[in-house]
């Protein structure tokens, strides 16, 4: 049989989802369910004086509205202990305090949708209100370093050599600051759960999650429940990009309020609320002071970085932490801090820290190159990092330089001028930048279970989600080419608590942790056939013979993966080159992403079609960071404006030209059995610091503030 990993193997749930078969949460069908609505704060801080509910009581099929004055009491909820690093503190009505706009302050349950929207309309609210403080760059004397910042635990500051000497050293100098704004998750398909008390101590949920396992965990802690008392299903997500990694607050009020009317209850939370209540990406402050001798080798670099948290939690946007590693200079110094502010809680959205954080650090590796009057490829390749300068360790695989050689090649980097504003086709300024794509190599440990069916077709299960990166193939994929079957002979299932336990689907981890104990089920099944039939080669007909023989409906194996025993003692990260060309309208400031090429070194690609579609996807969230996404709040009210998809702009077709991605073949013995790094995240990063820098080599303005929009380049 040919090799099916790596090949382009079309999505196997594709002709579900585009017949319309594919079940997300709300469409999910419990009979006798009932619909719920959010009634959600107008005011930033302060507490609710009143409530009147009588109107919305009064609705015809209206079954209740929940609020803080009848929901029940969770006395667990009081220390909000935190079941995982994606775990959020949650307000579920258990108390009159407002921490931030658009928080939940009740939940109306009527027999149809159409009556639970328009009781929620009807629910009065008074107010004491007080003034919001969240204004960043004003308050940044309040900032403070928590100990660990991020999902992994890093330290949030660091520091090694001798940042003031290394400049003292140095023949040119940099120090700049770069902002970026609030970016609101807009997920295709929104959050959603529909919550059923099958028995009185027993919960199943259909929830929109990125995380069954950790959804089950947290819901049961706040509950006072056993974990194995909490069902939790997803077969689909539209969309999630970290957004649905936590389990946010409308799970927690979908179950109560099944409870209190004893039947299942549907929940979605609308477009204008999930600005707020269901993290964001932090604005940042981000100042770089670089400094590096004539022939470029830098001398020192700093990166401090200062974000927003909750007044009632703790997040951390960990944009510094790419400076730490990517290039080598042996004087470095790294900061975080957070300004608690009356907003709700940021957490993860794709490549958190990297994403932002790439685009300062790259932003200013080549205004850094442009002092110098060197080629920002040539300065970067002058300080690569032949091992993690940060740790001292060896990478497990590194292929960045063979990235910047074929990006380089392929996308026409030699054509370049060097000159900002130099490149002129009649009224239209051109330009190209490029910058340096990574991110961390990241694996958990999971489990999955394979089984031989009578008529000799193969099931392979493990509890994890499929976000639509392409899980349910890229694991058929994985499960044949153990099993020696083609892919046609196997189904994946996934999304369901019941199934073998596995990580969240966050970090671009899924293909490194559940792809690996995949393999590792198709193996000892593969092995259990072999051993029972005899031989080393197995045929259709025999694999039929063997369950026939074993008197059992099937044949299972069950296996777990983790970390392998040496792999603290590597750096793990893909690495990649990003090549941007713009077209700016010299008069207007208009501007137009004509080309965008990354080259990425990846580890082992298990399916090339879903493997460039990531990447271009990530590639193409780039350009929205770089031009569009813009949360714009009214400070005075600590309120989102524009909470919407006609004013909160993403970019539509007619704002992308020709994205290409490609990656250089890597093969690395220590990330995993499957020697696959993960690609969800990394093609986002130095995406938006390619265009910045390709904007500003096309018309000598450098905007460090995001987006870049016409009227930052015509002022």
């Not at 909750?310 to 801090?337: C, G, I, Q, W």
């Not at 099993?483 to 990580?503: E, N």
């Not at 393999?519 to 051993?531: D, F, G, N, S, T």
């Amino acid at each position: 049989m040919s090799e099916t990993l790596g090949s382009p193997l079309n999505r196997v749930d594709g002709p579900l989802k585009v017949t319309g078969r594919a079940t997300y949460t709300y469409e999910q069908h419990v009979p006798n369910c009932v619909h719920g609505v959010l009634v959600t704060s107008t005011i930033a801080r302060g507490r609710i004086r009143s409530l009147d509910t009588k109107a919305a009581e009064s609705t015809p099929s209206v079954l209740l509205v929940m609020t803080h004055l009848n929901s029940p009491k969770l006395p667990e909820l009081q220390n909000q202990k935190k079941t995982s690093p994606t775990s959020r503190v949650l307000q579920v009505l258990q108390d009159d305090k407002i921490l931030y706009a658009n928080q939940p302050i009740a939940v109306v349950v009527a027999e149809s949708l159409e009556a639970a929207e328009e009781a929620a309309q009807l629910v009065k609210v008074h107010y004491l209100v007080e003034t919001p403080r969240v204004e960043l760059a004003a308050r940044a004397d309040e900032g403070y370093s928590p100990a660990k910042a991020g999902g992994g635990g890093d330290p949030s500051n660091s520091s090694r050599g001798n940042i003031q000497q290394g400049l003292a050293e140095s023949t040119a100098r940099i120090s700049r600051v770069y902002n970026t704004p609030f970016e609101v998750h807009n997920p295709m398909e929104p959050h959603a759960t529909l919550a059923h008390w099958d028995q009185p101590d027993h919960l199943t949920l259909y929830d929109a999650t990125q995380g069954i396992f950790s959804d089950q965990e947290r819901v049961a802690a706040l509950l006072g429940l056993k974990p194995e008392n909490i069902l939790v299903i997803s077969p689909f997500l539209g969309g999630g990009f970290g957004s649905k990694g936590p389990t946010w607050s409308h799970v927690m009020l979908a179950a109560l309020a099944a409870k209190q009317v004893r039947r299942p209850v549907k929940l979605a939370v609308s477009r204008p609320q999930m600005f707020g209540m269901l993290g964001y990406r932090s604005p940042t402050r981000q100042s770089v002071t670089a400094g590096a001798k004539s022939d470029g080798t830098m001398q020192a670099l700093r990166h401090d970085t200062l974000s927003y948290t909750s007044t009632f939690d703790e997040f951390v946007e960990t944009a510094s932490l790419p400076a730490r590693m990517l290039y080598a200079t042996s004087n470095n110094s790294t900061s975080h801090k957070i300004v608690k502010s009356d907003v709700g809680t940021p957490s993860f959205m794709r490549a958190p820290g990297e994403a932002p954080g790439t685009y300062g650090l790259e932003s200013a590796m080549d205004e850094l190159a442009y002092e110098l009057k060197m080629d920002p490829i040539e300065f970067r390749l002058a300080n690569y990092a032949e091992k993690d300068p940060e740790t001292g360790k060896p990478w497990s695989s590194k292929s960045l330089r063979e990235c910047y050689r074929q990006g380089a090649e392929r996308f026409g980097w030699g054509r370049r001028k060097l000159e900002p504003r130099s490149w002129r086709e009649g009224n239209t300024l051109i330009g190209y930048g490029m910058a340096t794509a990574e991110y961390p190599t990241k694996r958990s440990p999971s489990s999955a279970a394979a089984r031989l069916n009578a008529d000799g077709t193969f099931l392979v299960t493990a509890g994890t989600q499929d976000l639509g990166t392409g899980t349910y193939t890229i694991m058929t994929q994985v499960a044949a080419q153990e099993l020696g079957v083609p892919p046609s002979r196997v189904t994946f299932l996934l999304g369901d608590s019941r199934l073998p336990k596995t990580p969240v689907s966050g970090g671009s981890q899924t293909a490194a942790s559940t792809g690996s104990a995949v393999q590792a089920a198709a193996q000892a099944l593969r092995e259990k056939l072999m051993q029972m039939a005899g031989s080393q080669s197995l045929e259709q007909s025999q694999l039929r013979e063997l369950v026939q023989r074993s008197g059992q409906p099937y044949i299972e194996a069950k296996a777990s993966a983790k970390q392998a025993a040496d792999a603290e003692e590597y750096a793990m990260y893909a690495f990649g080159a990003q090549f941007a060309e713009v077209r700016v309208d010299a008069d207007l400031g208009q501007i137009k992403v004509a080309r965008m090429l990354g080259c990425f070194g990846a580890g082992n690609i298990l399916n090339a079609k879903t493997a460039r579609s990531q990447l271009m996807g990530g590639m193409v969230w780039g350009i929205s960071m770089a031009l569009c996404e813009d949360a714009r709040m009214d400070y005075r009210l600590g309120r989102f404006v524009n909470n919407n998809l006609a004013e909160y702009h993403v970019p539509v077709n007619a704002d992308v030209g020709q994205v290409e991605a490609i990656w250089v073949p890597e093969k690395d013995n220590h990330i995993n059995p499957l020697g696959a790094k993960g690609i969800g995240e990394i093609g986002i990063t130095g995406s938006t610091a390619a265009i910045a820098n390709a904007i500003f080599n096309a018309t000598g303005k450098r905007v460090r503030q995001l987006p870049i929009t016409p009227d930052k380049l015509l002022l």
